[in-house]
C-alpha cells in the first residue's frame, strides 16, 4: 500500500524558534497534502490543504503566516511552525490521497519549551 | 457544513465480547464515510470506507460498518474484541469531489479491552 512518512517523528525546541514539519509520499506522487493537529485525548482538525506548486489553502482560524506550508515537489510537503510558542504543541499529522483514500503519515510531536 | 459526532468518549468491553462503536454525521450530499484506528503515538489505519453500494461494507481486522442513511449513522461492529484492538477510534467524513476531498473527524472512542 501506499506509505506516507513524516520527519521528525518528535521534536522539541524553544519558545520563539521555528520548526520544520516534512511530509513525504514513498512510493506515490501527490498534487495535494493535507496537515492536521490533534491536541492530546482530542480529534485531528484539519489545518490546511498544501498544493504542489500553488499557495496552501488554510483551514478558517489557522494562522497562514504562522504555519507556513511549502508544497515544493510532487512528494514532499512541509509545514513550518514560525515563532513557535508553548500553546503550539502538539501532535500533527500529514495525509495525502491516492485512489479515492488518504494516507496518513505517522505524525510528528511537537513540543514547545 | 459536514461534522461528526460519536456519542461515546470511552467504552470498556472484554475480550471476546461484541463492540458497536456510534458514529452520526451531517452533510448534505451523499457523504464519504470512514472508520480510522490509532494507537498510542501512531499515525491513522484506516479499518473500512463507505462511498457508495452495499451499505454494509467489510473492513479489516474483522470490523464491519452499516451506513443507514435514514438514521445519518455509519456504526462500526466487531463480534468478538482482541486485546489487540484496544485503541481511539476516530469515524470521519470527507467531502464528495475526486480524491483530494477533505475529512471532517469526529471527537473519538477510546476502546478499552478487559482480559
Known amino acids: 500500500g501506499a506509505v506516507v512518512s513524516q520527519h521528525p517523528s518528535w521534536v522539541i525546541c524553544k519558545s520563539g524558534t521555528s520548526v520544520k514539519i516534512e511530509c513525504r509520499s514513498l512510493?506515490?506522487?501527490?498534487?495535494?497534502m493535507f496537515w492536521y493537529r490533534q491536541f492530546p485525548k482530542q480529534s485531528l482538525m484539519l489545518m490546511a490543504t498544501s498544493n504542489e506548486g500553488s499557495k496552501a489553502t488554510y483551514e478558517q482560524g489557522v494562522e497562514k503566516d504562522k504555519f507556513l506550508i511549502n508544497h515544493a515537489s510532487l512528494t514532499l510537503s512541509t509545514l513550518t511552525v514560525t515563532s513557535a510558542h508553548p500553546e503550539d504543541s502538539s501532535f500533527y499529522i500529514c495525509?495525502?490521497?491516492?485512489?479515492?483514500?488518504?494516507?496518513f503519515g505517522p505524525g510528528t510531536r511537537l513540543t514547545v519549551t | 457544513a459536514q461534522s461528526v459526532t460519536q456519542p461515546d468518549i470511552h467504552i470498556t468491553v472484554s475480550e471476546g465480547a461484541s463492540l458497536e462503536l456510534r458514529c452520526n454525521y451531517s452533510y448534505g450530499a451523499t457523504p464519504y464515510l470512514f472508520w480510522y484506528v490509532q494507537s498510542p503515538g501512531q499515525g491513522l489505519q484506516l479499518l473500512l470506507k463507505?462511498?457508495?453500494?452495499?451499505?454494509l461494507v467489510q473492513g479489516i481486522k474483522g470490523f464491519e460498518a452499516e451506513f443507514k442513511r435514514s438514521q445519518s449513522s455509519f456504526n462500526l461492529r466487531k463480534p468478538s474484541v482482541h486485546w489487540s484492538d484496544a485503541a481511539e477510534y476516530f469515524c470521519?467524513?470527507?467531502?464528495?469531489?475526486?480524491?483530494?476531498?477533505?475529512?471532517?473527524f469526529g471527537k473519538g472512542t477510546l476502546l478499552t479491552v478487559n482480559p
Open positions: 463507505y462511498f457508495s453500494g452495499d451499505t
Open positions: 495525509s495525502a490521497p491516492r485512489s479515492g483514500e488518504q494516507y
Open positions: 470521519a467524513v470527507g467531502s464528495s469531489g475526486g480524491s483530494n476531498y477533505k475529512l471532517t
Open positions: 512510493d506515490f506522487q501527490a498534487t495535494t
